[in-house]
């Protein structure tokens, strides 16, 4: 199931830290209207910096979600070469199989 939502987290990764930086001048503009009420001043600062330090743990999670999807992908590359060494490995052994019965069966007939 989770396989499924790996493309669309792909997709989506980059644009994380981007949103987040477009959206923190949205909380700077309604500061300078409320200078004339310290405590929503006040509270408007508070929001700002929430908001800062949520973009930036939103960048670094998605920083290190990209390096997991790129980890993955790359394990995925791995196990697909493996597979791919055990077929073949399994096909010489089954070819090597028939011929080892092949020439018992010629063995056994010829006596």
């Given at each position: 199931?989770?396989?499924?939502?790996?493309?669309?987290?792909?997709?989506?990764?980059?644009?994380?830290?981007?949103?987040?930086?477009?959206t923190i001048p949205?909380?700077?503009?309604?500061?300078?209207?409320?200078?004339?009420?310290?405590?929503?001043?006040?509270?408007?600062?508070?929001?700002?910096?929430?908001?800062?330090?949520?973009?930036?743990?939103?960048?670094?999670?998605?920083?290190?979600?990209?390096?997991?999807?790129?980890?993955?992908?790359?394990?995925?590359?791995?196990?697909?070469?493996?597979?791919?060494?055990?077929?073949?490995?399994?096909?010489?052994?089954?070819?090597?199989?028939?011929?080892?019965?092949?020439?018992?069966?010629?063995?056994?007939g010829s006596m």
């Open positions: 199931m989770a396989v499924q939502f790996l493309p669309i987290i792909k997709a989506i990764a980059p644009y994380i830290a981007q949103i987040a930086a477009a949205a909380f700077s503009s309604k500061a300078e209207a409320a200078k004339t009420d310290p405590a929503l001043a006040n509270l408007i600062e508070e929001l700002q910096t929430a908001a800062t330090q949520n973009a930036h743990s939103i960048h670094v999670l998605a920083e290190k979600m990209q390096q997991t999807i790129q980890g993955i992908e790359t394990a995925a590359v791995e196990a697909k070469k493996q597979v791919i060494t055990y077929k073949v490995l399994l096909y010489i052994s089954l070819g090597m199989s028939f011929t080892a019965l092949l020439i018992c069966i010629y063995l056994l």
